[in-house]
């Protein structure tokens, strides 16, 4: 009703002021019955006094007849407010009613001219609810019914990733490490969640094959002087190894007894290496030219049996530097136990420190066999032994230089290794206390 009154109050207004069309003209009146047959509801136009002028169809009987005044004023106060009434005698019973005053602009002051009444009975305003209502609820299920669809497609899309993780976790319960998250380049949070969760994959593929990798050679390395141990043990036992050969097998037999308990040390120190946080490990000091000279002191049995010549250029003053002391002797240990073992006999062995800038650099250097370009950079690695052919007559596990880079890397600093025409250096940096 109120849009209808609105609508009607701008059509009649723009007639008469731009086309001259007066309250009475009996154009206006076929207009309203016209608008009152689409909308339902009967339309009144009375001039300034209140006096009906045009009205639609079913109330021309209205023409003539006066609004009462305080209806007029209350229209003028109360902007399109609905209420009951007979406007007077024009109605015999009250009906729904509504109103607004017909206002034009003289001279820049607003001037009622007329007013326009829309009046409906309690059916034509219950099928103006009824229309609305229709018409909102098909708008609201059509609004409804797309957001859902929208919703389940961009639902759908979102979870597909989510879906491959879960599918991915599941294969991964089973053992299966080579599965991935197919990347769809998202910048959003889902595609984050993607390439962290491939990340994740990838760390635990890595893991899992250096853990097969672990056993494999673990149990390659145990293997071997468990057999010896058994087979020597077995002859002594049965009485087929001869008696003049038994201090010969039991030799053998203590060798590699002192082989298993290198193995087992060197995974001890591994798995202490591993619990060990980098922070703690660089908050004391110590001297690292003292370091290596302990090291060599300890090692100087091992120097001597093979007739090794060592030149030392050590300073000397006190260098101190960021790190674990057990652990950085380890390191030097390991490597000028790795110079000897691989020294060619009666050859020299050379051992150096340096400073430069906020580094202490220590280089450990051997003249033996070159080690070949496709080894170095495997030469870290648990169980790696460049010297294949020779490994069997050589003590050790394989597990020295593994060890070195794992403390080195615990401490943040970086190792080198080159090898040619027969010398191989290693060089390692440590950082300046401060």
């Known amino acids: 009703m109120v849009c209808t009154l609105q609508a009607t109050s701008r059509y009649i207004t723009t007639q008469h002021l731009h086309y001259g069309v007066d309250l009475d003209d009996l154009s206006l009146s076929m207009w309203l019955t016209m608008n009152s047959g689409i909308t339902g509801f ?7 006094d209140g006096v009906v002028e045009s009205s639609s169809e079913n109330s021309f009987s209205a023409i003539g007849k006066s609004v009462p005044e305080e209806m007029l004023r209350s229209i003028e106060t109360e902007d399109s407010a609905v209420i ?15 109103g607004v005053p017909l206002t034009m602009s003289i001279d820049g002051d607003l001037f009622t001219y007329g007013y326009l ?40 899309k979102q979870a597909e990733p989510l879906n491959e993780m ?34 994740m994959a990838d760390t635990l593929e890595s893991s899992e094959q250096l853990r097969r990798d672990l056993i494999t050679n673990l149990s390659h390395e145990l ?10 043990t077995e002859g002594l036992l049965d009485g087929t190894v001869p008696h003049e050969d038994e201090a010969r ?33 660089l908050e004391s000091s110590f001297d690292v030219s003292e370091v290596v000279r302990l090291a060599l ?12 010549d060592v030149k030392a250029e050590l300073p000397d003053e006190t260098i101190l530097t960021k790190g674990d002391q057990d652990s950085i002797t380890q390191v030097v240990y390991n490597l000028i136990d790795n110079a000897i073992k691989f020294s060619d006999p009666g050859g020299v062995i050379s051992l150096e420190v340096w400073v430069q800038g906020p580094r202490v650099y220590v280089s450990v250097e051997n003249h033996g066999e070159t080690i070949p370009p496709k080894e170095l950079p495997l030469i870290f690695d648990r169980f790696h032994k460049a010297d294949k052919s020779r490994s069997a007559k050589r003590e050790g596990a394989g597990l020295g230089l593994y060890i070195v880079k794992e403390i080195l890397d615990k401490h943040n600093e970086d190792i080198y290794v080159t090898s040619s025409g027969g010398i191989t250096r290693f060089i390692f940096s440590l950082t300046v206390w401060h």
């Open 223 to 232: 293997k071997t002087p468990m057999t010896v141990i058994t087979g020597f």
């Open 297 to 308: 002191l300890s090692l100087d049995v091992k120097i001597e049996e093979k007739q090794l």
């Open 166 to 199: 879960a599918s991915a976790v599941r294969r991964f319960a089973r053992g299966e490490f080579d599965v991935r998250v197919k990347n769809r380049g998202r910048k959003d949070e889902i595609g984050q969640l993607t390439e962290a969760f491939n990340m």
């Open 42 to 48: 009967e339309l009144l136009v009375t001039n300034a």
């Open 117 to 156: 009444f829309v009046t409906g009975d309690a059916a034509a305003f219950w099928k103006e609810w009824l229309s609305f209502t229709y018409t909102f609820i098909i708008l609201a299920i059509s609004v409804m019914t797309f957001a859902f669809i929208l919703s389940y497609i961009s639902t759908k």
């Open 249 to 281: 097998y039991l030799g053998v037999i203590f060798s590699e007894t002192r082989r298993l308990s290198r193995l087992v040390r060197s995974m001890l120190e591994l798995s202490t290496l591993r619990s060990a946080e980098s922070e703690a490990l």
């Open 84 to 98: 009951m009434s007979t406007l007077g005698e024009i109605y015999p019973e009250s009906r729904q009613v509504a």
